[in-house]
């Protein structure tokens, strides 16, 4: 079932929490077809408004950070290092003015060798494990910049789901730690990560170099 507006209408730290085991799907043109993407959402962190320095609307409104304003459910995507995108998805309750929370690894589960065509690597341990490497893996860009995922008239290529799997992937907790490669705001405990019943990561480590957001 693909999840409603009335999901991302809510405080962005449980959204954040809430979308660890949904899974993320996209279906992308490849030479004139079109491939279905797919993954379970393994690491999320949220960012704020004024309450949260590490957040792009932190200061103000711009025009990079718009869609951070706009209506929940909409994609709010960035490029850095001039080469690399970051996904987002802007969530957050009537008393926050901006909020999103960054989708930071993903589990693949559908259209793999697709990913490791456009990440160019046959190691699936790395075709998703950070926010610039899944948005390569899935083809995500800045044209995808506010596109409602909820809205089921006009976008029917790239929502999230929930995860109506039978495998063990049901059979995790959701870990709370602070957010990684940022300066400020350290000390919020907004990053969460999937984890085994065990307390092992189900998620892989992100590389150092794309664990940075800005």
């Known amino acids: 079932m693909r999840l409603k507006k009335s999901f991302f209408d809510n405080e ?13 799907v996209k279906y992308t043109n490849y030479m004139g077809n079109f491939f279905k993407t797919s993954g379970i959402i393994t690491e999320t962190e949220a960012y704020g408004y004024t309450d949260d320095p590490a957040s792009h609307a932190f200061k103000r409104l711009t025009l990079r950070n718009a869609s951070m304003f706009g209506e929940v459910g909409r994609l709010y995507i960035y490029f850095i290092y001039g080469n690399h995108h970051c996904l987002n998805i802007v969530a957050r309750n009537h008393e926050q003015l901006a909020g999103a929370v960054l989708i930071r690894s ?4 559908e259209g793999i060798s697709l990913m490791k065509l456009f990440r160019k690597t046959e190691n699936i341990y790395n075709l998703t ?32 789901e929930e995860n109506v799997s039978i495998s063990q992937i049901h059979q995790f907790k959701v870990a709370q730690t602070i957010r990684i490669g940022i300066s400020t705001g350290i000390e919020k405990k907004w990053r969460f ?13 992100p590389s150092k170099f794309l664990s940075r957001r800005s």
């Open 193 to 205: 990560i999937m984890l085994r019943q065990d307390g092992n990561s189900l998620q892989y480590q």
């Open 106 to 109: 993903i589990e693949p589960i």
């Open 129 to 160: 494990t950070g926010p610039g490497k899944l948005t390569q893996a899935f083809k995500i860009t800045i044209k995808h910049n506010n596109l409602d995922v909820t809205d089921q008239l006009i976008n029917n290529h790239f929502y999230v």
């Open 12 to 24: 962005t730290l449980r959204v954040a929490s809430s979308l660890i085991g949904k899974v993320l």
